[in-house]
């Protein structure tokens, strides 16, 4: 809640939403002792309006007094070496690794600097300062848009640019290989084509894409850690082009899997096959959390529910939610003209999830295994386009496609 005296000297400052004379100060800023110019606001109700963005600077600011090693034990040396990054909690790995009652034999490694984007490659307005501006404010969290055909050409465009992005990930992927190396080819290839990887900065996420190893269920990443014989990593890419947002991800074995863990992959796969199937105008948002839900109950697998698909277009995520369980409450209709993921995430043991210290890895509460598999789609007059499908050019990395 906002507070502060109403002092004239307050007074001479602006409201940083409206630009109205403003009365009050946001409290958090004033213990950081960050320019009030940034923390005025005319009323609560400007104050609240602007919370889910203005709350980002508080972060930014701890962020920074990590970084010129102001915060106990982390200190500038660590951010030269990589170690630390910005997170959406302000958190950061260090060599000493925190107390957490890790569910599964994985563990963070360091991680490596900021990869840098060239100037002249058009970039989304977080890709600065980690803060989304336009997305938390838009219509399109509340109503879901219909695109005009010029819309729908572009997001055909960054949907075959991200599917080539995740291709060129996909051919590296090998025992012996690091995430952090699939993610300066997924950094390479985006920008190779024009585009700016999503992921770069999005709520300060450090890594140009998400590696999700084993028992990760999502956000995983990006690290020193080198793949091992019998791995299954997911790797998560979105690629923003001329404006538009393309998202998809797959599921990929390390070498030589054992049979439990293709049985997961394979029906994981099937997951998203069948829910695509079904999509087309009138079908109900929530009936696709059924279809899900029914294929992994019959494999003996669950269904992950803290995550859900999304809206895309101009923006990352947006209306509307579609989660993949079943029972579930999300509301809406497809209709003709709207883009959105679905990306089910379907787990060997429990559905419950459980975070790491970092703030962004998703792990299995039971430390079982994960897999997800994710695509762009449009609603079309009579059914589908995936507009992230494979390529005749995709390298033939599941045996059940060959």
């Known amino acids: 809640m906002a507070g502060g005296s109403d002092t004239a000297e307050t007074v001479t400052l602006t409201c940083a939403r409206c630009g109205k004379p403003s009365h009050l100060q946001c409290p958090k800023c004033m213990d950081l002792k960050l320019p009030r110019e940034g923390a005025a606001f005319c009323?609560?109700?400007?104050?609240?309006?602007?919370?889910?963005t203005h709350k980002a600077v508080h972060l930014k600011a701890k962020l920074s007094s990590i970084g010129t090693g102001?915060?106990?034990?982390?200190?500038?040396?660590?951010?030269?070496?990589?170690?630390?990054?910005?997170?959406?909690?302000?958190?950061?790995?260090?060599?000493?690794?925190?107390?957490?009652?890790?569910?599964?034999?994985?563990?963070?490694?360091?991680?490596?600097?900021?990869?840098?984007?060239?100037?002249?490659?058009?970039?989304?307005?977080?890709?600065?300062?980690?803060?989304?501006?336009?997305?938390?404010?838009?219509?399109?969290?509340?109503?879901?848009?219909?695109?005009?055909?010029?819309?729908?050409?572009?997001?055909?465009?960054?949907?075959?640019?991200?599917?080539?992005?995740?291709?060129?990930?996909?051919?590296?992927?090998?025992?012996?290989?690091?995430?952090?190396?699939?993610?300066?080819?997924?950094?390479?290839?985006?920008?190779?084509?024009?585009?700016?990887?999503?992921?770069?900065?999005?709520?300060?996420?450090?890594?140009?894409?998400?590696?999700?190893?084993?028992?990760?269920?999502?956000?995983?990443?990006?690290?020193?850690?080198?793949?091992?014989?019998?791995?299954?990593?997911?790797?998560?890419?979105?690629?923003?082009?001329?404006?538009?947002h393309g998202d998809l991800n797959e599921t990929y074995f390390v070498g030589e899997v054992d049979e439990e863990s293709r049985r997961l992959v394979q029906c994981t796969y099937e997951c998203l096959e069948k829910a695509i199937a079904m999509v087309k105008p009138g079908v109900r948002f929530r009936d696709v959390g059924e279809v899900i839900n029914r294929h992994a109950s019959m494999s003996g697998l669950s269904v992950v529910r803290s995550y859900c698909g999304h809206g895309i277009g101009e923006l990352f995520h947006c209306a509307p939610n579609i989660p993949h369980y079943g029972r579930n409450k999300a509301v809406g209709v497809m209709k003709a003209g709207q883009t959105f993921t679905i990306e089910p995430m379907i787990n060997a043991g429990v559905w419950r999830d459980r975070m790491w210290p970092d703030g962004w890895t998703a792990v299995t509460a039971d430390g079982k295994r994960s897999a997800q598999f994710e695509h762009t789609l449009l609603v079309t007059e009579t059914g589908v386009e995936v507009l992230t499908a494979r390529l005749p050019t995709s390298p033939k990395v599941f045996p059940w496609l060959n």
């Open 70 to 244: 102001n915060s106990g034990e982390h200190n500038s040396d660590f951010a030269n070496e990589g170690w630390l990054y910005c997170l959406k909690k302000g958190q950061a790995r260090t060599p000493k690794l925190p107390h957490f009652d890790w569910t599964g034999t994985l563990r963070p490694y360091p991680i490596s600097s900021k990869r840098e984007v060239p100037p002249h490659i058009d970039r989304p307005d977080w890709a600065d300062d980690g803060i989304p501006k336009i997305e938390p404010n838009s219509d399109f969290q509340h109503v879901v848009e219909i695109k005009k055909p010029d819309q729908i050409e572009k997001m055909r465009e960054v949907g075959r640019i991200s599917r080539e992005v995740l291709d060129a990930a996909a051919r590296v992927i090998r025992p012996g290989i690091t995430t952090d190396e699939i993610d300066r080819v997924v950094h390479e290839a985006t920008i190779a084509a024009g585009g700016y990887p999503s992921p770069l900065n999005y709520h300060f996420f450090p890594k140009s894409c998400c590696t999700s190893v084993n028992e990760v269920i999502c956000h995983g990443i990006p690290d020193a850690r080198k793949l091992e014989d019998g791995d299954i990593v997911n790797v998560d890419v979105t690629v923003y082009y001329k404006g538009y």
């Open 43 to 52: 009323s609560q109700d400007c104050f609240k309006a602007s919370w889910s």
